[in-house]
């Protein structure tokens, strides 16, 4: 009985220290951030992560830079370190801190993904009225 109680704790515990960035993002991240433009903007809760990640790769283009800034900005997120356009704070607010929703590997993980697949190719970002596309 131990060692079946030992083996299904390992068992768990390696499952989910492998689990894939994509399925960490999908179930700390896209409660809030889509992956896709979303369709219905009166049910959105946060920017969709393509838009996210095309401001912090314009603010910074080195991948590593990149998954620094986003691993503390998730952990300890203020309006001063923000990288969104303003009007997107001003719909949206800082994000809360997901500090003990995700660990630092796991953000680490998440935003090296992040940085290697969004934007996808082709993305133009939002023009909104008011808004200039940089």
């Known amino acids: 009985m131990k060692k079946s109680i030992l083996f299904l704790t390992f068992f768990v515990s390696f499952a989910f220290a492998n689990q894939s960035a994509e399925a960490l993002f999908d179930a700390k991240c896209s409660s809030c951030h889509s992956k896709t433009r979303p369709t219905d903007m009166s049910k959105v809760t946060a920017p969709a992560i393509m838009g996210v990640m ?63 697949n969004f934007p996808p190719k082709g993305f133009r970002g939002g023009m909104h009225k008011g808004f200039k596309n940089r």
């Open 54 to 116: 095309r401001h912090v790769k314009m603010a910074y283009p080195d991948k590593e830079k990149a998954v620094k800034f986003i691993s503390e900005y998730v952990l300890n997120p203020t309006k001063e370190k923000s990288i969104c356009n303003p009007r997107k704070l001003e719909r949206f607010g800082v994000m809360p801190s997901l500090k003990g929703v995700v660990s630092e590997e796991e953000v680490q993980k998440i935003a090296s993904w992040l940085y290697d």
